[in-house]
């Protein structure tokens, strides 16, 4: 894959936003650049293929600060082993993931074999506020204008096209599914619970939810 060489910084955003929505771009933060060259080059500089993992996208405390999908500061740390000058604030989604890939057997591990993204690359705010790209239908309209050469420059990455994963089992997996079933890009998306909402909703069961994450990333 050797994806740091291919992976070219700052990713451009979806146009003209609706008013009072502002782009999370981590990567025009030199701090951010670093800890992803840092980070790909860690655990990607190779030729495997890899399975693509899709979130929706980054949120402010996570991938919208480390530009690193679902990978807070904490977690860029103390599980990846990459120093940063972020403010050590965790985000649940981040707590969820690093918690699976724990279980998987750890960052190495799992990285050989997974790439997490996101169907939008980049991130919205609204009020201060993280915002989901299908939260409003003219954002989610220039995001669906956008996507495709996103996915299109991921799979040059060496993506096994056989099957992805996506993580929300609704809206996030609807918009990806249709794009998917428009421009073949997957033979197979099989849904999986957002870590967010396991978090926020479904904490008490988030052993069971790893569990079922294990399983089906074991089948690809």
Known sequence: MDFITTFEWPLRGPGRLPEGVKLLQPWKDQAALEVCSAFYKRYYSDQNTRVLVLGINPGRFGGGQTGIPFTDPVRLETDCGISNPFQKRPELSSEFIYHMIAAYGGAERFYSRFLISSVCPVG??????????????????????????????????????????????????DFLNRLNARHQWFDQIIPLAHPRFIMQYRRKKMESYVNGYLFELEKS
Request: aromatic share 16%.
């Open 124 to 173: 919205f705010t609204r009020d201060g506020k993280n915002l989901n790209y299908y939260d409003l239908p003219i954002l989610q309209k220039k995001v669906e204008e956008y996507v495709p050469e996103w996915m299109e420059r991921q799979l040059g990455f060496g993506i096994e096209r056989k099957v992805s994963y996506c993580l929300g089992e609704g809206k996030n997996f």
